[in-house]
């Protein structure tokens, strides 16, 4: 039903709390900041509201001709896990393309009672190929910034001083990719504000498809969300406090009392008498978790399309040339995937580009100057002849009528195999059947399945012995574990992707060492080995002369007891060199702190014991910081 019409909100913010991991969006007081910066908002945003149901009137299925928007993403930077990839860049692109025209692989989870109003929106999107100035660019732009991080008020990563200012937002839709202070998600700003902030903002960590450490919320529908603020629609519930007196202005979506987490699966929720059908917790503008959203609907759909109409305040975007490489009206191919990945072959996929005749295909290994090329007429090719166990980039260039696009960005992937690779120490998946090795020499192992486990024995001697395991040319998200001869855990690594994993203990007794090897969540490889080495020293490992307690700390150990724990977390043996004051921050895998504390510990081994009876179920991170340095681990909360 239609619902009554409130003052709607000039700025949406998503947030992931802490307890929960909700998006919450903190409305109200932004929409009073920026009415109070420009009085004029209100009237300007009145006047689009007008237009926009003149539109809908006249136009009651919102159909016109597809929009393609040029895209410009502004990644804004302050270390380089925040510097994302072009890759990551790309698939983002793909996720909005596929949402936006109902091509999400998740569309056929649309209930039966909904799926009538589900709608292509019509509008795609594609990473520009010309920049204001018609010079031919990648459409993303990097700015290495000396701010942390960057709140929803100043709006400071959208400024020459601590990011990118915006290209021309007639041409362009701007998107900001940065670290957002506060557990902020992401924002938009709504038609007719500020023509120097106009655009979407996105958390680095929740732009793309993320890993697990930004779920639910690592699918890309955060920027859908945002894109979707931006096109003119508001919350489905209308951000009313739960009265059932606000409204989204669409007439197709239900009249609902609040926003809807996480994911209700199949469950009909009834509320603000909109039974039989309930709630549409699946659509874009809730607050469920990315993989529970698959739909705009129609009526959203009108609502965006009176944007691009003539008079439409985004209607310029139809005219706009920043994806035609250069100048001409040729249109970059976007949407780029590579599947199909084997030792000497794979598939490049890419959207189809409006005026295509043909796409021109090149491809080269990232370490090499020489491009091979080909030719395809459809929107995907296979390719064979690749050496196993190597990086490669491939770029694609539309093919119309009398002219050509520029190349895409680069897409990069690596080919499987690349050695021999066999796993030597079989049936070694219990400390009981662990496999001897031998410290200095360097061995392969293979995580073939999801349950597979790695276990190996060494022996010391002496009774002073260090310790030092490293893994290393991990094929994926692989962690372990040092164990003493009885089996008790004395040391873990855990760091994520495929980094190197280490574990340093100075030992003061000899005998028998346990490592066990794992794949975090199910990583495996049926292919690809990791290295394992064992080295071993009289002495402790550290640097002679200068060390400091940023070096002291990175080599540090740290158990984690039990795990999984219910109770009592116990942290200990800490191989330090002095006398020192830590913060002990717990995190969820969101990185939302849950709790901090301090401790002092002393020059050797140390035990600290941490309650987290108050912690619901989960996985969490527990940060060790000397305010130089911190040592991460993962531990269980059953």
């Not at 902030?197 to 996105?202: A, K, L, N, R």
């Not at 580009?353 to 090719?381: E, F």
């Not at 539309?398 to 195999?417: P, V």
């Not at 969101?590 to 179920?617: C, P």
């Amino acid at each position: 039903m239609f619902k009554k019409h409130l003052l709607p909100l000039a700025l949406f913010v998503c947030i992931g709390t802490t307890v929960f991991g909700q998006r919450v969006c903190g409305t109200t007081e932004y929409m009073h900041e920026l009415l109070e910066s420009d009085p004029a908002y209100k009237t300007r945003m009145d006047e689009i509201e007008r237009f926009t149901q003149d539109y809908i009137t006249n136009n009651p299925s919102g159909s016109r001709s597809v929009v393609t928007i040029p895209v410009v993403v502004h990644i804004v930077y302050n270390t380089a896990s925040e510097n994302i990839s072009d890759a990551q860049v790309t698939n983002q692109l793909d996720v909005l393309n596929k949402d936006f025209r109902r091509l999400n692989a998740d569309a056929t989870e649309t209930p039966a009672s909904f799926a009538g109003v589900a709608a292509d929106s019509e509008v795609e999107f594609c990473l520009a190929t010309q920049d204001p100035s018609g010079a031919a660019t990648t459409g993303i732009t990097r700015k290495s910034t000396t701010k942390t991080s960057f709140s929803t008020t100043a709006n400071d990563m959208k400024f020459s001083t601590y990011g990118t200012p915006i290209w021309d937002r007639n041409k362009y839709l701007n998107i900001w990719v940065c670290d957002i202070s506060g557990g902020i998600l992401g924002y938009a700003q709504f038609p007719g504000g500020s023509a120097s902030t106009d655009g979407v903002v996105i958390d680095y960590v929740y732009f793309g498809v993320a890993g697990a450490g930004s779920a639910p919320y690592n699918e890309g529908r955060t920027a859908t969300h945002e894109v979707g603020h931006w096109l003119n629609l508001y919350h489905i519930w209308g951000d009313d406090g739960t009265s059932c007196a606000g409204s989204d202005l669409v007439a197709d979506t239900p009249n609902q009392a609040d926003e809807n987490y996480g994911c209700p699966g199949g469950t009909i929720k009834i509320s603000c008498s909109n039974g039989p059908n309930g709630d549409m917790y699946q659509n874009y503008m809730d607050y469920t978790d990315d993989g529970c959203m698959n739909l705009f609907t129609t009526g959203q759909k009108t609502r965006m399309q009176a944007l691009f109409a003539v008079g439409g305040t985004r209607n310029s975007l139809t005219s706009s040339t920043g994806c035609s490489g250069g100048g001409g009206t040729c249109p970059t191919p976007s949407s780029l995937s590579t599947t199909g990945i084997s030792t000497s072959g794979a598939t490049f996929n890419w959207g189809a580009a409006a005026g295509a005749v043909s796409y021109n295909v090149r491809y080269k290994p990232t370490a090499s100057g020489t491009w091979t090329n080909t030719t395809s007429g459809s929107t995907s090719i296979s390719v064979s002849g690749l050496t196993a166990g190597t990086a490669y980039e491939w770029q694609v260039q539309t093919a119309c009528s009398g002219s050509t696009s520029a190349y895409s960005s680069s897409a990069t992937f690596s080919t499987t195999g690349g050695g021999s690779c066999s796993d030597i120490y079989e049936s070694n998946e219990t400390s009981g059947t662990a496999k001897t090795i031998t410290a200095g020499t360097t061995i392969q192992g293979l995580i073939s399945s999801s349950t597979d486990i790695d276990w190996y024995k060494f022996t010391t001697s002496s009774p002073n012995t260090k310790i030092k395991v490293t893994m290393s040319s991990l094929p994926a998200d692989y962690d372990m574990v040092l164990y003493n001869q009885s089996v008790v855990q004395k040391g873990i690594s855990e760091n994520g992707g495929t980094s190197d994993e280490q574990i340093i203990w100075n030992t003061t007794g000899g005998g028998t060492r346990y490592v066990k090897v794992y794949g975090y969540s199910g990583a495996m490889s049926t292919t690809d080995c990791y290295d394992l080495l064992v080295q071993t020293s009289s002495s402790s490992w550290r640097t002679d002369g200068s060390e400091n307690a940023l070096e002291e700390w990175d080599n540090a150990i740290i158990g984690i007891v039990p795990n999984p724990v219910q109770d009592i977390l116990n942290i200990d043996y800490f191989s330090i060199q002095e006398d020192m004051q830590v913060d002990l921050i717990i995190t969820d895998l969101l990185g939302k702190t849950v709790e901090v504390s301090k401790a002092s510990v002393v020059y050797g081994n140390n035990l600290i014991s941490v309650d987290v009876n108050d912690l619901s179920s989960g996985v969490y991170v527990v940060r060790i910081s000397n305010g130089k340095s911190s040592y991460s681990s993962k531990f269980i909360v059953q």
